[in-house]
């Protein structure tokens, strides 16, 4: 941490953590949607509330930053479950085809007489 002081490259390195950050949080999306679904939330709300408490109780402003960073990016994540099942129901992403999805309905039955 005394190199990043000295040569002022704190910013730069909190900066590009962040994009890697959130850069890894999108995959997470797409496959915990994928293979659990909207109970997936779960997950990046109890990881973000351990970020945030995390956060809280460190010492270093780098690594504080970066769990609050980590923490508000699981928020996100929370908001973007609900974006990748509109995605998957568009088409643009695979379905899995081990679920059901909300908007299937296998109850109707469709007879092409």
Not at 70 to 85: L, N, R, V
Request: hydrophobic letters at 40%.
């Amino acid at each position: 941490m005394d190199f990043l002081s000295t040569y002022h490259l704190q910013g730069l390195v909190l900066g590009l953590c962040s994009l890697l950050i959130i850069g890894i949080c999108h995959p997470i999306v797409i496959k915990g949607e994928y293979h659990f679904g909207q109970r997936f939330k779960w997950f990046f709300a109890v990881a973000g509330l351990l970020l945030c408490l995390g956060s809280l109780l460190v010492d270093g402003v780098m690594l504080s930053s970066l769990m609050g960073v980590g923490a508000f990016s699981c928020f996100w994540g929370i908001k973007e479950m609900g974006d990748q099942q509109e995605r998957v129901r568009k088409g643009w992403f695979p379905r899995n085809p081990r679920r059901t999805y909300p908007w299937d309905n296998p109850t109707q039955t469709t007879d092409n007489q």
